[in-house]
């Protein structure tokens, strides 16, 4: 199974960015597809991006399009979100997931916590108007 451990967090004003990162431990970091969720207080977990083991696809949920990118780096079984242009509507606990051997196929599946077979801690992301 796959450690996922999130780092990058924390306390930005509107407008401003930051990068999260996921370290993650384990032999099939190249065959898995991982995704970033949110979760904002008295909010249900909320899909935010996902990416193929090649990097070659990624999605990402409307409401961060255009601000967020994923990306990977399998050399360092790492993946990352970069946010831009953050908003306070952004402030939530940020989650990355993994999928070995997923398929991309599917994108009801990528935005479906319960697809994923392996979860981080979360670190938190807050954004002051």
């Known amino acids: 199974q796959v450690q996922l451990v999130e780092s990058g967090g924390g306390l930005v004003q509107a407008g401003g960015s930051l990068r999260l990162s996921c370290a993650a431990s384990?032999?099939?970091?190249?065959?898995?597809?991982m995704g970033w969720f949110r979760q904002a207080p008295g909010k249900e977990r909320e899909f935010v991006a996902a990416i193929d083991w090649s990097s070659i696809y990624t999605y990402a949920a409307d409401s961060v399009k255009g601000r967020f990118t994923i990306s990977r780096d399998n050399t360092q079984t790492t993946v990352y979100l970069r946010m831009n242009s953050l908003k306070p509507e952004d402030t939530a606990v940020y989650y990355c997931a993994a999928k070995p051997y997923g398929s991309f196929d599917t994108r009801t599946d990528l935005q479906d916590g319960r697809w994923y077979d392996s979860w981080g801690q979360g670190t938190q992301v807050t954004v002051s108007s």
């Open positions: 384990g032999h099939t970091f190249s065959s898995t597809v």
